[in-house]
């Protein structure tokens, strides 16, 4: 309070003309007048402090109430959240399920087709010209008279491909075609698979996606995978080239030979 009054004091001098001036002329005892007036001052002061202290205990009471419904209004909007995050997580837990049910039934109705075909008889791995990614597997089996050819093949560009088998199991110089020519037993000529004029080894194209990922499954009638004959795919090359099998010419101009897989006994 001390300082309250001296601001009182500074003030009332400041109203009153000055205290300076006047203690000159004034005598030594502060007059009457001026010290109700300070007096007065600071019980105004004082007043208004109080006031100042109501006023925030007023603030805090009235917004405590807000303070408080707004916490309520937070707690309400996470449980609203949570509740509507609640049907979608379990929409998407049961999507994420029938997705993994579904990848098990492909996966199981993969392997049904592969038991239903059996064990491969023979296979061929694929071995790529010199600057080309391209892997992958071919398998062999026999149903019905006729040899299904299975080819699964990655990193190779994307659209179709020529593939057939060759005559000679020669993959030693791919793009010089040490496998020979198209495997053609009865000296007919070349063809897709659906001509019925074709050699024995045209098998057509394969199909590479965007991902650089081919699959051809193709059943070829009067072929064997029997030791001996004139008929077996075995000892021979399965051949994929660079373009794709027109039917067209002696051979489906599909271009240069990529990949090259020898045939042989599983
Ligand atoms: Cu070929
Ligand atoms: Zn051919």
Redesign the pocket.
């Known amino acids: 309070m001390r300082r309250q009054a001296k601001l009182a004091v500074g003030l009332a001098c400041a109203l009153l003309v000055g205290c300076e001036r006047k203690a000159e002329n004034a005598p030594a005892e502060p007059s009457a007048d001026l010290q109700r007036g300070v007096a007065k001052a600071g019980e105004a002061i004082e007043r208004g402090v109080e006031k100042a202290g109501e006023a925030i205990q007023h603030g805090v009471d009235k917004a405590a109430p807000a303070l408080e419904q707004g916490a309520k209004d937070v707690g309400a909007a996470i449980e609203r959240g949570v509740e509507k995050a609640g049907p979608v997580l379990k929409q998407g837990a049961k999507d994420v399920g029938a997705a993994i049910e579904r990848g098990v039934d492909k996966a199981g109705a993969k392997t049904a087709q592969d038991s239903a075909l059996g064990e491969p008889k023979a296979e061929a791995s694929f071995e790529s010209a010199r600057g080309i990614e391209l892997g992958g597997t071919a398998k062999f089996y026999e149903k019905d008279g006729s040899v299904v050819v299975v080819v699964n093949i990655d990193d190779a560009t994307p659209g179709p491909h020529g593939i057939?088998i060759h005559e000679k199991g020669d993959c030693s110089d791919i793009t010089g075609k040490s496998m020979g020519?198209?495997?053609?037993p009865k000296k007919t000529?070349?063809?897709l698979p659906i001509a019925r004029v074709?050699?024995l080894?045209?098998l057509g194209n394969i199909d590479v996606d965007k991902d650089g990922k081919g699959t051809l499954e193709i059943a070829v009638h009067d072929a064997s995978l029997a030791d001996r004959g004139t008929s077996t795919f075995l000892g021979k090359a399965i051949v994929i080239h660079a373009g794709e099998?027109t039917g067209k010419g002696?051979?489906?101009n599909s271009g240069t030979p990529i990949a090259c897989g020898v045939i042989k006994s599983s």
């Open positions: 057939h020519a198209h495997f053609d000529k070349h063809g074709k050699h080894g045209d099998d002696s051979s489906g």
